[in-house]
């Protein structure tokens, strides 16, 4: 269901509508009513309850067909990854959760991803600017207290990698949250400007890590091991 459109200076990768709407009949959910937002950070009153076999086959059925769209779809990107860490044992709030994210998604079937570069190369002897946007969310679990990192990757003002990904360990800090998500966007950075160079696409890549965070980027620039 995957569509590439060539708009001259610009290609749109997007998702078929059909594909939206197979996953709105799951819940059927086609009439539904549009949502503005991927979903709420209101807190359930109601003692949650685990999903039946058949509920639960279905559960796992939609967060595998948002997993493929959320590959093209940067702004569902952190509520996917929030539901797929249901998958073992989801509940009736996970079904809450998710049929909020269907409103949203049958509201924006039209968007797409866009890939507009803003500078032509004239030959692969070149040397290419890469730019990683990093930011976290300091202990926005309530049930861990882990950290998501959110990473951003451009090259010529093109998103070519994006994603939201829970942090492995418990940062005791927002600056620690904010050095995790920088050690991983560089890692992704680091990736995509060895494939560009060993497919020779330019001739070396420049890697710029952007953070909001002055403790993050201390942090990561500072020499030695001392904490002084």
Known sequence: GRTLRHNGNSIDVSMSTAYVTDMLKLYGMETSKPSPTTGSSTVSKVQPEPLDRNEHKK????VGKLLWLALIRPDISYATKELSRDLTAPTTESITKVKHLLRYIAGTKDYCQRLCPNVT???SNCTLDLDCYVDSDWAGCRST?????????QILNSTVSFGSRTQGTIALSS???ELYAIGQGTSEALYIRNLITEARLAKSVNITVH??????????????????
Request: aromatic content about 6%.
């Open 211 to 228: 953070t909001d965070s002055t403790a993050g980027k201390s942090m990561a620039t500072r020499f030695g091991t001392s904490k002084k």
């Open 145 to 153: 207290r882990k950290s998501t990192s959110g990473t951003v990757v």
């Open 121 to 123: 190369l004239e030959s």
């Open 59 to 62: 559960y796992r059925a939609i």
């Open 175 to 177: 600056g620690e949250a």
